[in-house]
């Protein structure tokens, strides 16, 4: 798959009120819950992060290259971002390639995602090990401020940062390590909205 990446992300207190109403409004499920691995590389000088840039193997129901650009600001403060993503035989081959050609894996990454479908627009649901978010993407921007609508999420409270970056604010404070966002890693930590600084969209 190549193309433009348009979403919309938001943090929810209540993941199961999202998707109660995603089924009252009869969404289609395109992917049951399923436990994501990802890896993400650069190279030893950093150079991807540099430039706003992600290399990124994941393996969930099967495993995928994915590269993804710099991202910009459209109307309304939606971010998009050139993606380019295909699947591949062996997650570990996988590595093995990056690997030999030079590229190092800086972080390790996890969640849990369940993927909906309404008015030609993906809901990704994501319980990550710091808190749960709801992400929409789609071509067309009034379809995701349309869907946010019907979900009773609050467009205004929409998160303009990645997982990881939301992660990395933490990390100082709890003493965690960068590279390590796993269920495994928080599992004794208690992290707030404050923590995150930022806001639930659902209250």
Not at 113 to 127: K, N
Not at 134 to 147: M, R, S, T
Not at 177 to 200: C, G, M, N
Request: charged share 30%.
């Amino acid at each position: 798959m190549t193309g433009q990446e348009t979403e919309v992300k938001l943090f929810v207190k209540d993941l199961g009120r999202i998707e109660m109403r995603l089924r009252e409004l009869k969404a289609h499920l395109i992917q049951p819950r399923v436990h994501e691995v990802n890896l993400r590389f650069d190279n030893p000088n950093g150079d991807l992060r540099r430039e706003f840039k992600v290399l990124r193997l994941r393996n969930d129901t099967e495993a995928k290259f994915t590269f993804k650009g710099p991202s910009e600001e459209r109307a309304g403060g939606v971010l998009s971002r050139r993606e380019i993503e295909f699947s591949v035989g062996s997650f570990e081959a996988a590595q093995d390639f990056l690997e030999a050609l030079g590229f190092i894996p800086v972080v390790f990454y996890e969640k849990y995602r369940t993927t909906y479908e309404l008015h030609q627009v993906h809901i990704m649901l994501d319980e990550l090990p710091y808190g749960n978010f709801v992400e929409i993407e789609g071509e067309d921007i009034n379809a995701l401020h349309k869907v946010a609508d019907l979900l009773a999420l609050n467009w205004e409270a929409m998160v303009k940062a990645g997982y990881h970056a939301i992660f990395e604010r933490i990390t100082r404070k709890f003493d965690l390590d960068p590279s390590q966002l796993s269920f495994e890693a928080l599992r004794s930590t208690q992290v707030s909205k404050q923590d995150l600084d930022i806001t639930y969209s659902d209250e």
